[in-house]
Nanobody, 118 residues
Framework: QEQLVESGGGMVQAGDSLRLSCAHS????????VAWFRRAPGKEREFVAS????????YYTDSVKGRFTISRDNAKNTVYLQMTSLKPDDTAVYYC???????????WGQGTQVTVSS
């Protein structure tokens, strides 16, 4: 299957903002639930945020609530993760995933690196 494509990562300082994008050439991102995950160095992959296919419900891990916002533009087949007030602990490779099979995140991107310096 074709991969999702993440972009928007980079190196920033604490307190800065970044917006990650997750795109796909077909209608996967406008049809299914989408989530962002991250894997920090030496740690397990963790859930960050998710959004239902119609954008009606969003979920966040506690550590990013109030700082990160997940949204989607179904017309552009793109999902975003707006990250503000970034902290060094947010440093990780960020992945987007789609729930094509119910209850399974089975479409993944290659990841985009976010590095936050203090």
């Amino acid at each position: 299957q074709e991969q999702l494509v993440e972009s928007g990562g980079g190196m920033v300082q604490a307190g800065d903002s970044l917006r990650l994008s997750c795109a796909h050439s077909e209608r996967i991102l406008s049809t299914y639930g989408v989530a962002w995950f991250r894997r920090a160095p030496g740690k397990e992959r963790e859930f960050v945020a998710s959004i239902k296919w119609n954008g009606g419900r969003t979920y966040y891990t506690d550590s990013v609530k109030g700082r990160f916002t997940i949204s989607r533009d179904n017309a552009k087949n793109t999902v975003y993760l707006q990250m503000t007030s970034l902290k060094p602990d947010d440093t990780a490779v960020y992945y987007c995933a789609a729930e094509v099979t119910p209850l399974i995140w089975d479409y993944w991107g290659q990841g985009t690196q976010v590095t936050v310096s203090s």
